[in-house]
Protein backbone atom coordinates (compact mmCIF):
# COMPACT_ATOMS: atom_id res chain seq x y z
CA UNK A 1 0.00 0.00 0.00
CA UNK A 2 1.22 3.25 -0.80
CA UNK A 3 2.18 6.00 2.00
CA UNK A 4 -0.78 8.23 0.59
CA UNK A 5 -3.05 5.36 0.73
CA UNK A 6 -2.00 4.81 4.39
CA UNK A 7 -2.77 8.08 4.84
CA UNK A 8 -6.40 7.87 3.35
CA UNK A 9 -7.36 5.06 5.32
CA UNK A 10 -6.32 6.04 9.10
CA UNK A 11 -9.92 6.46 10.82
CA UNK A 12 -11.37 7.36 14.00
CA UNK A 13 -11.06 4.71 16.72
CA UNK A 14 -14.51 3.80 17.63
CA UNK A 15 -13.76 4.41 20.82
CA UNK A 16 -13.58 8.29 20.24
CA UNK A 17 -17.12 8.05 20.07
CA UNK A 18 -17.88 7.41 23.15
CA UNK A 19 -15.78 10.29 24.29
CA UNK A 20 -17.95 12.79 21.90
CA UNK A 21 -21.11 11.07 23.24
CA UNK A 22 -19.52 12.05 27.44
CA UNK A 23 -19.20 15.45 25.66
CA UNK A 24 -22.48 15.88 24.59
CA UNK A 25 -23.99 14.64 27.76
CA UNK A 26 -22.16 17.39 29.39
CA UNK A 27 -23.12 19.89 26.98
CA UNK A 28 -26.87 18.71 27.72
CA UNK A 29 -26.33 19.22 31.60
CA UNK A 30 -25.21 22.85 30.37
CA UNK A 31 -28.22 23.99 28.43
CA UNK A 32 -30.26 22.29 31.30
CA UNK A 33 -28.70 24.80 33.70
CA UNK A 34 -29.20 27.84 31.15
CA UNK A 35 -32.61 26.07 31.17
CA UNK A 36 -33.14 26.71 34.64
CA UNK A 37 -31.73 30.21 35.44
CA UNK A 38 -35.15 32.22 35.74
CA UNK A 39 -35.04 35.78 36.27
CA UNK A 40 -37.69 38.05 37.52
CA UNK A 41 -38.28 41.74 38.08
CA UNK A 42 -38.92 41.24 41.96
CA UNK A 43 -35.65 39.02 42.28
CA UNK A 44 -33.12 40.59 44.69
CA UNK A 45 -30.11 42.50 42.57
CA UNK A 46 -27.24 40.04 44.27
CA UNK A 47 -29.75 37.07 42.79
CA UNK A 48 -29.83 38.68 39.69
CA UNK A 49 -26.06 39.34 39.64
CA UNK A 50 -25.58 35.59 40.77
CA UNK A 51 -27.62 34.13 38.10
CA UNK A 52 -26.10 36.28 35.32
CA UNK A 53 -22.46 35.20 37.00
CA UNK A 54 -23.94 31.62 36.44
CA UNK A 55 -25.56 32.06 32.53
CA UNK A 56 -21.84 33.55 31.61
CA UNK A 57 -19.89 30.93 33.27
CA UNK A 58 -22.57 27.93 31.72
CA UNK A 59 -22.38 30.01 28.00
CA UNK A 60 -18.12 29.82 28.17
CA UNK A 61 -18.32 26.21 29.17
CA UNK A 62 -20.77 25.62 26.44
CA UNK A 63 -18.43 26.67 23.84
CA UNK A 64 -15.70 25.10 25.14
CA UNK A 65 -17.38 21.76 25.38
CA UNK A 66 -18.93 22.26 21.42
CA UNK A 67 -15.42 23.05 20.32
CA UNK A 68 -13.94 20.00 22.28
CA UNK A 69 -16.68 18.15 20.65
CA UNK A 70 -16.08 19.37 16.75
CA UNK A 71 -11.98 18.34 16.75
CA UNK A 72 -12.33 15.19 18.13
CA UNK A 73 -12.89 13.37 14.29
CA UNK A 74 -9.90 16.11 12.85
CA UNK A 75 -6.72 13.92 13.84
CA UNK A 76 -4.58 16.81 14.78
CA UNK A 77 -2.88 16.75 17.82
CA UNK A 78 -4.52 20.34 18.89
CA UNK A 79 -7.84 18.68 19.12
CA UNK A 80 -6.29 16.12 21.26
CA UNK A 81 -4.90 18.57 23.71
CA UNK A 82 -8.16 20.86 23.53
CA UNK A 83 -10.18 17.70 24.61
CA UNK A 84 -7.68 17.22 27.54
CA UNK A 85 -7.62 20.50 28.43
CA UNK A 86 -10.82 21.31 28.46
CA UNK A 87 -11.99 18.06 30.44
CA UNK A 88 -9.21 19.16 33.10
CA UNK A 89 -10.96 22.83 33.21
CA UNK A 90 -14.66 21.11 33.40
CA UNK A 91 -13.28 19.06 35.77
CA UNK A 92 -11.98 21.54 38.16
CA UNK A 93 -14.40 24.03 37.45
CA UNK A 94 -17.24 21.37 38.42
CA UNK A 95 -15.63 21.29 41.91
CA UNK A 96 -15.53 24.80 42.17
CA UNK A 97 -19.47 25.14 41.16
CA UNK A 98 -20.12 23.23 43.47
CA UNK A 99 -18.54 24.71 46.35
CA UNK A 100 -20.11 27.85 45.42
CA UNK A 101 -23.75 26.06 44.78
CA UNK A 102 -23.44 25.40 48.38
CA UNK A 103 -22.38 28.66 50.01
CA UNK A 104 -25.44 30.31 48.06
CA UNK A 105 -23.20 32.54 45.90
CA UNK A 106 -23.84 30.57 42.41
CA UNK A 107 -27.36 29.84 41.27
CA UNK A 108 -26.04 26.37 39.73
CA UNK A 109 -28.17 23.65 39.49
CA UNK A 110 -26.64 19.94 38.51
CA UNK A 111 -28.54 17.57 37.35
CA UNK A 112 -25.58 14.89 37.81
CA UNK A 113 -24.31 13.87 41.06
CA UNK A 114 -20.95 15.00 42.02
CA UNK A 115 -19.50 11.41 41.49
CA UNK A 116 -21.20 10.42 37.94
CA UNK A 117 -19.67 13.76 36.84
CA UNK A 118 -15.51 13.21 37.84
CA UNK A 119 -16.12 9.81 36.47
CA UNK A 120 -17.13 10.60 33.14
CA UNK A 121 -14.39 13.20 32.82
CA UNK A 122 -12.13 10.45 34.13
CA UNK A 123 -13.45 8.07 31.53
CA UNK A 124 -13.32 11.09 28.72
CA UNK A 125 -9.54 11.80 29.75
CA UNK A 126 -8.58 8.15 30.28
CA UNK A 127 -10.31 7.89 26.22
CA UNK A 128 -7.74 10.07 25.04
CA UNK A 129 -4.89 8.66 26.57
CA UNK A 130 -5.68 5.04 24.91
CA UNK A 131 -2.48 3.80 22.54
CA UNK A 132 -5.07 3.92 19.57
CA UNK A 133 -6.52 6.76 20.28
CA UNK A 134 -2.78 8.31 20.76
CA UNK A 135 -2.14 6.66 17.40
CA UNK A 136 -4.70 8.32 15.67
CA UNK A 137 -3.83 12.10 16.63
CA UNK A 138 0.08 11.25 15.81
CA UNK A 139 0.96 13.61 12.50
CA UNK A 140 1.88 10.88 9.51
CA UNK A 141 5.24 9.55 9.02
CA UNK A 142 6.06 9.93 12.64
CA UNK A 143 6.60 7.34 15.31
CA UNK A 144 3.57 7.19 18.38
CA UNK A 145 5.53 9.64 21.04
CA UNK A 146 5.28 8.10 24.70
CA UNK A 147 2.57 8.49 27.02
CA UNK A 148 5.28 11.27 29.00
CA UNK A 149 5.19 13.27 26.27
CA UNK A 150 1.38 13.11 25.64
CA UNK A 151 0.89 14.22 29.33
CA UNK A 152 3.72 17.44 28.59
CA UNK A 153 2.04 18.35 25.26
CA UNK A 154 -1.25 18.50 27.10
CA UNK A 155 0.54 21.27 29.65
CA UNK A 156 2.28 22.89 27.17
CA UNK A 157 5.50 21.19 25.40
CA UNK A 158 4.96 20.26 22.10
CA UNK A 159 4.48 16.94 20.69
CA UNK A 160 6.72 16.92 17.85
CA UNK A 161 10.14 18.96 18.10
CA UNK A 162 11.36 21.58 15.83
CA UNK A 163 14.12 19.08 15.37
CA UNK A 164 12.68 16.39 13.68
CA UNK A 165 11.69 18.21 11.36
CA UNK A 166 15.15 18.41 9.86
CA UNK A 167 15.28 17.25 5.94
CA UNK A 168 17.64 14.85 5.11
CA UNK A 169 18.64 14.10 1.21
CA UNK A 170 20.41 10.94 0.62
CA UNK A 171 20.68 9.89 4.24
CA UNK A 172 22.60 12.82 5.37
CA UNK A 173 21.92 15.74 6.73
CA UNK A 174 22.13 18.96 3.84
CA UNK A 175 24.68 21.61 4.85
CA UNK A 176 23.55 25.13 5.54
CA UNK A 177 20.03 26.49 6.63
CA UNK A 178 17.00 25.12 6.54
CA UNK A 179 15.63 25.41 2.51
CA UNK A 180 19.50 24.69 1.39
CA UNK A 181 18.67 22.70 -2.17
CA UNK A 182 21.26 20.12 -1.44
CA UNK A 183 21.96 19.35 -4.77
CA UNK A 184 23.32 22.32 -5.94
CA UNK A 185 26.65 22.96 -4.94
CA UNK A 186 27.35 26.19 -3.38
CA UNK A 187 29.23 29.13 -4.45
CA UNK A 188 32.53 30.11 -2.73
Not at 83 to 109: E, H
Amino acid sequence: MAKKDKLRSKRMPYILILAEIILVSFLLRYMFTIDRLIFSDTMPVYQIVIGLLTLIYTLFVTVMTVNAMIGIPSARPTSWRKVIRSSVFLLITTGLTNILDGLGLMAYTDYFPTWVVVALFALAMSIMFLPSVRRYYTPPFYEVPPLKRWVMYAVATPLIGAESYRLTYDDKECPGDAGTVCDVPSEK
